[in-house]
């Protein structure tokens, strides 16, 4: 499927991966990038120099193009903004704040730069400060989270600026990408999808937490902070959501509890104290399968039903 994202990208199909916090490294990103959608690697609060490794490490499993997704509030944003320059990355995508003080350098540099925006006037600001893309998330993705649902978020942003829009979240098969498509998005960035991938690294305990997860096995934490996370509904996430709405969990009590949370899920599956991050979509999601499988599945399945 050729569209206006492929060709700004350089790859073969409109999927882009998300940027996940501690799951999105350079075993994944290079997967999908090797399958012919676009990796990401994501930087979170991760030191310099292990960043740096990981995408060395994904420049020798990968020569497609290849990005990293820069949490604009982690304290060593600066230093990665310079990162991606110093290792002439194709692309790099932005979430928690705006990147605009960035896009000039990115820009001089040739790296597409793709924002993920939860609302139309930040896609508007990005637009003027030069992004060349947008990537519109609804309140239905893992993680951090907006409040505008993907259904509605899309259409508007798209209306809304001149640029190319990638639709995310609540997008794990055909059906999603084809109807992001009729809502006018030119691609789609699919997370918890790769969370039940093959070359995925995380805990075995978060995968089996995805594929066994049921409709209403997600729920949101954190609003209370100004940092809401969609998560699958384990007892610790239940027991967060129950503090903050009964008053039993100040903000800076959920804060502490929550620090190291995410790394607890993904690194030692710790079901008791960890923050396994996930999308609502979850529920579609059944089994295990490669990178390359997942994303040639979806994009057939759009086709068809876009009658490409």
């Given at each position: 499927?050729k569209?206006e994202?492929?060709?700004?990208?350089?790859c073969?199909?409109p999927i882009?991966?998300?940027?996940?916090a501690?799951?999105?490294e350079?075993?994944?990103a290079?997967?999908?990038?090797n399958?012919?959608?676009?990796g990401?690697?994501a930087?979170?609060?991760?030191?310099?120099d292990?960043?740096?490794?990981?995408?060395?490490l994904?420049?020798?499993?990968?020569?497609k193009?290849?990005g990293?997704n820069?949490?604009?509030?982690?304290p060593?944003?600066?230093?990665?903004?310079?990162?991606?320059i110093?290792e002439?990355?194709?692309?790099?995508?932005?979430?928690?704040?705006n990147?605009?003080?960035?896009?000039?350098?990115?820009k001089d540099?040739g790296?597409?730069v793709i924002?993920?925006v939860?609302?139309?006037?930040?896609a508007k600001?990005?637009?003027?400060?030069?992004?060349?893309?947008?990537?519109?998330?609804g309140?239905?993705?893992?993680g951090?989270?907006g409040?505008?649902?993907?259904?509605?978020?899309?259409?508007?942003?798209v209306d809304?600026?001149n640029?190319?829009?990638i639709?995310a979240?609540?997008?794990?098969?055909g059906?999603?990408?084809?109807a992001?498509?009729m809502?006018?998005?030119k691609?789609?960035?699919i997370?918890?999808?790769f969370?039940?991938?093959?070359?995925?690294?995380?805990?075995p305990?978060?995968?089996?937490?995805?594929v066994?997860a049921?409709?209403?096995?997600?729920?949101?934490?954190g609003r209370?902070t100004g940092?809401?996370?969609?998560?699958?509904k384990t007892?610790?996430?239940?027991?967060l959501?129950?503090g903050?709405?009964?008053?039993?969990?100040?903000?800076?009590?959920f804060?502490?509890?929550?620090?190291?949370?995410?790394?607890?899920a993904v690194?030692?599956?710790?079901?008791e104290?960890?923050?396994?991050?996930?999308?609502?979509i979850a529920g579609?999601?059944?089994?295990i399968?490669?990178c390359a499988?997942?994303?040639?599945?979806?994009?057939?399945?759009?086709?068809?039903?876009?009658?490409?």
């Amino acid at each position: 499927m050729k569209t206006e994202i492929t060709e700004l990208l350089g790859c073969e199909y409109p999927i882009i991966q998300g940027g996940m916090a501690w799951v999105a490294e350079h075993t994944l990103a290079s997967a999908v990038s090797n399958a012919g959608g676009i990796g990401l690697i994501a930087g979170g609060n991760a030191p310099i120099d292990y960043l740096r490794e990981q995408i060395h490490l994904c420049k020798e499993k990968t020569n497609k193009p290849f990005g990293v997704n820069i949490m604009l509030m982690s304290p060593n944003a600066d230093d990665l903004a310079q990162l991606v320059i110093d290792e002439k990355l194709a692309l790099v995508t932005t979430g928690a704040g705006n990147p605009g003080k960035y896009i000039p350098a990115w820009k001089d540099a040739g790296i597409k730069v793709i924002p993920v925006v939860p609302s139309v006037a930040l896609a508007k600001r990005m637009e003027k400060a030069g992004a060349d893309a947008v990537i519109a998330e609804g309140t239905e993705s893992g993680g951090h989270i907006g409040e505008n649902t993907t259904m509605c978020l899309v259409p508007q942003v798209v209306d809304a600026v001149n640029i190319p829009v990638i639709a995310a979240g609540g997008i794990a098969d055909g059906r999603g990408m084809a109807a992001s498509f009729m809502l006018g998005a030119k691609g789609v960035q699919i997370g918890t999808r790769f969370l039940a991938s093959e070359e995925c690294q995380i805990h075995p305990v978060f995968k089996e937490l995805v594929v066994k997860a049921k409709d209403t096995d997600s729920v949101v934490t954190g609003r209370y902070t100004g940092h809401p996370c969609r998560n699958v509904k384990t007892k610790f996430a239940k027991k967060l959501a129950m503090g903050e709405k009964d008053g039993t969990l100040s903000p800076e009590e959920f804060e502490a509890l929550t620090v190291g949370a995410l790394k607890r899920a993904v690194v030692d599956g710790d079901v008791e104290s960890g923050s396994f991050l996930c999308g609502a979509i979850a529920g579609m999601i059944n089994d295990i399968r490669p990178c390359a499988d997942i994303i040639r599945e979806i994009n057939d399945e759009a086709e068809k039903l876009l009658k490409i």
